[in-house]
């Protein structure tokens, strides 16, 4: 079944650069979390050079998914329910997409040509009224490369998902363990299957 979703979702966003079989195998692979910091590194650097080619907002969409076996059933699924609620908002304005799988989990990335701060309050939108908004981090970046916060544009910061607390202090603090927060994603993704709740 997994394979199945790998291969829709490269179908409908990848950008072509390699092979499906090269995203099962990544997706099959084991990480360690020096891992995690490469694939991170890989990105940022990968996220400039798109921005720098296109001269437009960028948006990135991960699974907040803690660990480092961030390639499950339940991360795909749930970057599969974002990443076409993404595309019905932005239809015509996307001038890139790509579908990758890393360390990091599957990725989602777009080019989108509209003005950053339009483009935050939109996916901002999505992270904290959506079911499963809460499970993604949307991080969203301007024509120049900088990123946008919430605060920048007058919103709340995040709360934990798990506690409603600020998500930067959990996080500060380490105050859920990796099973809690994984428990959390799973009812929360069993939830949405269970319920058939629609997120549109
Ligand atoms: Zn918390």
């Given at each position: 079944m997994d394979k199945n979703i790998i291969r829709s979702l490269y179908e409908k966003?990848?950008?072509?650069?390699?092979?499906?079989s090269e995203l099962i195998n990544k997706y099959d692979k084991k990480y360690i979390p020096e891992d995690v910091l490469s694939a991170r590194e890989t990105r940022v650097c990968r996220q400039e050079k798109l921005i720098a080619r296109y001269k437009a907002s960028l948006i990135s969409i991960r699974v907040n998914?803690?660990?480092?076996?961030?390639?499950?059933y339940i991360t795909l699924y749930i970057i599969k329910v974002l990443y076409s609620i993404i595309v019905e908002k932005f239809k015509n304005k996307i001038l890139y997409h790509d579908f990758d799988i890393t360390a990091e989990g599957p990725i989602g990335t777009l080019v989108i040509n509209e003005l950053k701060e339009n483009v935050k309050r939109i996916t901002v939108d999505l992270e904290e009224?959506?079911?499963?908004?809460?499970?993604v981090d949307i991080d969203v970046y301007g024509k120049m490369g900088e990123s946008i916060s919430r605060r920048e544009l007058g919103l709340k910061d995040r709360k934990?998902?798990?506690?409603?607390?600020s998500a930067q202090s959990c996080v500060r603090e380490r105050r859920h363990g990796i099973e809690e927060v994984e428990e959390f994603i799973r009812k929360r993704y069993e939830d949405y299957i269970k319920y058939s709740i629609k997120d549109e």
């Open positions: 966003y990848s950008s072509k650069k390699y092979d499906v998914y803690p660990g480092v076996r961030k390639n499950n009224n959506l079911f499963l908004g809460r499970c934990c998902y798990v506690c409603q607390r």
